[in-house]
């Protein structure tokens, strides 16, 4: 069992910057796949990014990629997201997800585990 919770959400204004965490209970962190997910307002949850167990391999959704970085440290048990030159469609609740499974299955549906979510509001 892993339990995750994720922080750093917030109020932000165009083109400006976020980092969210994801930290995960459990001495087997380091085993698992790691992503994020979110969710908008009357829209589906769709796949943001994830990585590898090792950090060593990351993916990212076309909309985000060149603007976000996955990362994680498997000594802390975290996982972060950074998120630079936010835009107002990248508002939404941010959800992290962990799986004994590969990035392309991840990326196709979901974790085995996630978090509460964090609510990440971008103004123009």
């Known amino acids: 069992q892993v339990q995750l919770v994720e922080s750093g959400g917030g109020l932000v204004q165009a083109g400006g910057s976020l980092r969210l965490s994801c930290a995960a209970s459990?001495?087997?962190?380091?085993?698992?796949?790691m992503g994020w997910f979110r969710q908008a307002p009357g829209k589906e949850r769709e796949f943001v990014a994830a990585t590898s167990w090792s950090g060593g391999s990351t993916y990212y959704a076309d909309s985000v990629k060149g603007r976000f970085t996955i990362s994680r440290d498997n000594t802390k048990n975290t996982v972060y997201l950074q998120m630079n030159s936010l835009k107002p469609e990248d508002t939404a609740v941010y959800y992290c997800a962990a799986g004994l499974l590969s990035i392309a299955t991840m990326k196709r549906r979901g974790g085995d585990y996630w978090g509460q979510g964090t609510q990440v509001t971008v103004s123009s």
């Open positions: 459990g001495r087997t962190f380091s085993t698992y796949t």
